[in-house]
């Protein structure tokens, strides 16, 4: 739709899907093959994709710009794969995410970048009402759904899933449907949407969901991003315990997309005792808040490992002070520009070169 006007030939290219428009390309079925012909050919100038782009057997013909969206979810070797596809001149990268991440953190893993924050809500937009719902308050919750529906509006209602490979996750978001469909809401229809759907059932349960056929949508996680429906001001998230912070918050942005006050539900089955992080989604609505709590809580993990908590023993830093790291970012800058090969700095010089900072 936005390029609707310009003469662009433009390619999505996913595991199930391939669709092509734009090019003199006559095929009546286009397939991965005949996308990846007129990439190589330089045919295509905008490609959509999943990770299917990283597939080696994908040339590219003068590579320009590389856009990430949701980048936590991409790994660094994967991003590094993209940016060292081309013979030609590196590209320039554009690397987005909604999840909060700490400044300070941003300073030490994203050095290299230079870092836009976005922190003012489109215009329009109210903040979300975010509750933490014990079992006594579950009736309130729910009938707050009924007149959020009555108004034709729409409500989520998130199950958690444990492990990619865990029964019970499944079973819980069909379970939930069948209680609600019954017991709960008996005169409104319900959808469902978990990962084990096929593409198109996912895609009929999010069309129905959107134009008010199933006002309710019961599932799992599936939704965290993606996701634009701005009729929907409730987000009630069962388990609210068993997900993080940067979790709830994206859960969170699924409502609040348009100009009606939406509400984010986070249901527990303690009546006290919860977990913190759930009163700092209370307390904080801002993303970069909430990040500074849980790096604060639980640490930043390994810069460059797969551990993604605990606390870094570094020798004179804290990542929690980003005042020192903004000035050491600044002082390296410096250094860099003025005298990259560190000739005045033969100490430093020395220390890189005895310093493996890629570790495999």
Known sequence: RLFADYPLAIALLTHSQHQLIGTNNKNAKITATIIKKELKAGNINIVIGTHSLLQADIVWHKLGLIIVDEQHRFGVEQRRH????????????????????????????YGDLDISLLKTMPSGRLPITTKIITPSKRAL???LMKQEIANSHRVFIICPLIEENDQWGVKAVTTEFDRLSSQIFPNIKIGLLHGKLSGKQKIEALQNFKTGQTPILVTTSVVEVGVDIP????MAIEGAERFGVAQLHQFRGRVGRSNKPSHCLLF??????????LEALVKYANGFDLAEFDLAERGPGSLMGEIQSGYLNLKYADLINAELLATVRGATDYTLKTDSAFNKWPQIKQQLKNTDFHPE
Do not use: C, G, M, Q
């Open 82 to 109: 993209l940016l060292t596809r081309t013979n030609e001149i590196a590209p320039h990268f554009l690397s987005l995410s909604a999840t909060p991440i700490p400044r300070s953190l941003a300073l030490s893993i």
């Open 141 to 143: 919750a729910y009938d």
């Open 231 to 234: 009729e929907a001001t409730i």
């Open 268 to 277: 527990t089955n303690e009546e006290i005792n919860f977990p913190k992080r």
